[in-house]
């Protein structure tokens, strides 16, 4: 169990250093904004290509759950994802001047690696999981390791921001898959699978049997709602409104990912002794009001204690349904079941950013932004009722 524990943690750290948000992601939005003169809405949709591969996870799934490289379904896939980020963030690094094209291209890449490697870790996560009971424990620890390791991203984020180059950080980004290829081929345990028993036709029957289903349908919902936020990139309010510096940003997402590490520790350590229902209704309602204070951000002081109530709160609340996702993965097709599910979030993000963006850019004032998006997420309250909730 302590290796697998182990393996969730990296896995998940090297998400949040390699692609979702990325060591270079501050850099990279300062100099598109700054540099090449993005608008809020332009960078909206950067930020919405750029995460592609994450809201096409199914499609990751499907190819994992139904055929096998090398015997594996797992390992084989895991070293090429993580050999083609490294050569990605090499070659970006080597570039001697960047326009929007050439910066997206090789997002879009990176990306594409580290959501294929992203599905992996989660359906080891379920077959071991579900095999065990472990869900829950196994997802916070992928979570509180994203979270504390986000943080501390985002410090030296902001650092490098103010501090190097681009072309440098795509340099140090390329450490990051590199420690990927070493714990798969240390730690990843996994028995060969014969090719015949696999799949496709059996992976795409059984997804749309469960996607049939009540409760998933009520799944679905709960995570658009959770994940549509029309709010304008956070990066424009912060550094045209509010003024901050550089290194205060990455202070920032530090306080973001800090939340959201000691959201999924508090989801580990005490979600397991209350009961689904109860713990759901009670992070809605501080979700709905963390998104509010939104607008109360006036300075350094009350950003940092806005951000960390939101991040924190949300986390719970994901986990949650999130957990209940992964106890309804049917065995066989684990990959593809879940990455739908986390796909929808990511699509319903990336839609309330451009969304955002483009209001933003028009006039719309950003508290009347932070009310309709509190506004989706008070929607998730009609929805506890579908789930199957009732106990443990």
Known sequence: ??????????????????????????????????????????????????????????????????????????????????????????????????????????????????????????????????????TAILQAAQWTALGFGGAIMYYFSGWLAKNATLSSVFLLSAIVPLVGLAATLLLLRENKVELDKVSSEKSIQVLFSVAKSRNFLAIICFIIFMGFSPVPPLLFYERDVLKFTEEFLGILGAVKFLGIGLGALFFGIFARNVSRRLLLNQIIGLSVISTHCLVFMYDRNSAIVVLFLNSFTSMIAVLGVLEISARACPKGVEGTTYALLVSISNFAFAVGAILGGWLYDRGIAFSILVIVSAMFTSLCWFLIPIFKLEKG
């Not at 809405?41 to 799934?61: C, D, T, V, Y």
């Open 1 to 134: 169990m302590g290796r697998l524990l182990s393996l969730m943690g990296i896995f998940y750290l090297i998400q949040a250093f390699g692609s979702n948000p990325g060591l270079a992601s501050l850099p990279l939005a300062l100099y598109l904004k700054e540099t090449i003169g993005l608008s809020a809405a332009e960078l909206g949709k950067f930020s919405a290509i750029a995460f592609i591969p994450w809201m096409i996870k199914p499609l990751w799934g499907i190819i994992s759950d139904s055929f096998t490289l090398f015997g594996y379904q797992i390992k084989s896939y895991l070293l090429i994802c993580y050999t083609l980020a490294l050569l990605i963030f090499l070659g970006l690094s080597q570039l001697r001047s960047y326009t929007t094209f050439s910066l997206l291209f090789g997002a879009v890449l990176v990306s594409a690696c580290i959501a294929f490697s992203d599905v992996l870790a989660d359906k080891l996560m379920v077959m071991e999981g579900k095999a065990r009971s472990k």
